[in-house]
């Protein structure tokens, strides 16, 4: 078992940063390729960014690209989306989900672990 916490959410005004964490206990962290997701309300849930299990190959969603980075810091057992340039679009629950065989990185159907989400809210 993987439990995750996410941790960073609040309110902020459009134009603004966030730095959402996923913090990652049980069983070996650098084992698995991490991502975010997020739902807003009445809508499926969202592929937002991945990170390899190594850090070597990063996914981003096209309506992120350049506004959103996904990183891991393995020797903390935590992955982290620093989201800039934020906009009203990207109010949702963000989620953390860990995923230690992946086909497709876009796919929730992929991850076997997810936290419980951390609420991100933008006004304009």
């Known amino acids: 078992q993987v439990q995750l916490v996410e941790s960073g959410g609040g309110l902020v005004q459009a134009g603004g940063s966030l730095r959402l964490s996923c913090a990652a206990s049980?069983?070996?962290?650098?084992?698995?390729?991490m991502a975010w997701f997020r739902q807003a309300p009445g809508k499926e849930r969202e592929f937002v960014a991945a990170i390899s299990w190594s850090g070597g190959s990063t996914y981003s969603a096209n309506s992120v690209k350049g506004r959103f980075t996904i990183s891991r810091d393995n020797a903390k057992n935590t992955v982290y989306l620093q989201m800039n340039s934020l906009e009203p679009e990207d109010t949702a629950v963000y989620y953390c989900?860990?995923?230690?065989?992946?086909?497709?990185?876009?796919?929730?159907?992929?991850?076997?672990?997810w936290g419980r989400g951390t609420q991100v809210t933008v006004s304009s």
């Open positions: 049980g069983r070996t962290f650098s084992n698995y390729n």
């Open positions: 989900a860990a995923g230690s065989r992946i086909n497709n990185y876009y796919a929730p159907s992929g991850y076997n672990y």
